[in-house]
């Protein structure tokens, strides 16, 4: 396929009329007349040898291959956007502009109060958007990550796409105040018996390994898609949790749950700010990551991070 040859504005009108599945109202959204929208709905039945919309009854209904078309469309107008909007030059004290990143609630308490509060004092004119992943990160990280800014993820789950280290965290259990059947000490056979409350998705993926490589393998009683509801989901009752160690800091005496360490060596967690190859060079994104190392300094103290494990490859 020659990009060439295309008229690029039948992506914007494709977009349209899959989600609005009505030629008149896609071209009211685009500002194009009825016999001009249908003049691009024709265009592009030609081009894919498909009907795109097919009339049921007295409603429109996508094809096959308008269903499969209509994320790669959404995904290819972001990603288009993001390319004619980059820039040379960027002065963040003056600039307007909105960062997406990808963030579990676990990496917006830890990391992204912190990068806001900065950027809240440095660059009055920028907004952030933080938005919970999707549960398939791993089978269409590229797409995923070319309709955002970033992503913040530890190591172990993705690779092969450009990354700035961040900072190091520990893993720790909870248990509640009151569970006489835990010492000051975890064992391995407390694990095993007792009930665990268990993050859904999977940023824990590495320390999930690790547990399952000893042999045990969690009886989850509880899940949810927030690591800060964890705790309250041990309080009071014989659940135990693995949550990260700066997040269970800062929830400390917030909620009737003590922390315990793991009763074998835990792997440490990396959490790293993953972007697309497009942004590489665009000045707005430079200064988000150049901004985003500044924070985890002062997150994680210089003098605790290895220069070494910093990657910033384009």
Sequence with gaps: MNLASLDLNLVVALRALLEERNVTKAGRRIGLSQPAMSAALARLRRHFDDDLLSRVGGRYELTALGLAL????VTACDLLERVFTSQAVFDPAHEEHEFTLLASDYAVAVFG??????????????RLRFKQPPTDI????????????GLLLPHGIIGDFPAVELYRDRWVYLVADDNTEVGEQLT???LAR???????????????RQI????IEPRVEVSVDSFQLMPLLVAGTRRVALIQGRLADR?????????VDPPYDAVPLREALWWHPVHTHDAAHIWLRETAARVAETIHGKDDRNPGDRSDRG
Aim: aromatic fraction near 4%; charge should be negative.
């Design 138 to 149: 791993t089978e269409n990280t590229g797409a995923l990550l070319s309709t955002a800014d």
């Design 212 to 215: 399952a490589m000893l042999g």
């Design 194 to 208: 007792l009930p665990w409350v268990t993050y859904q998705r999977t940023y824990d993926a590495p320390a999930a």
């Design 251 to 259: 929830l400390d005496g917030l909620v009737p749950v003590r922390v």
């Design 70 to 73: 209509l994320d790669r469309t």
């Design 188 to 190: 391995l056979d407390d």
């Design 113 to 126: 109060a912190e990068l806001a509060r900065i950027v809240h004092t440095e660059a009055p004119g920028i």
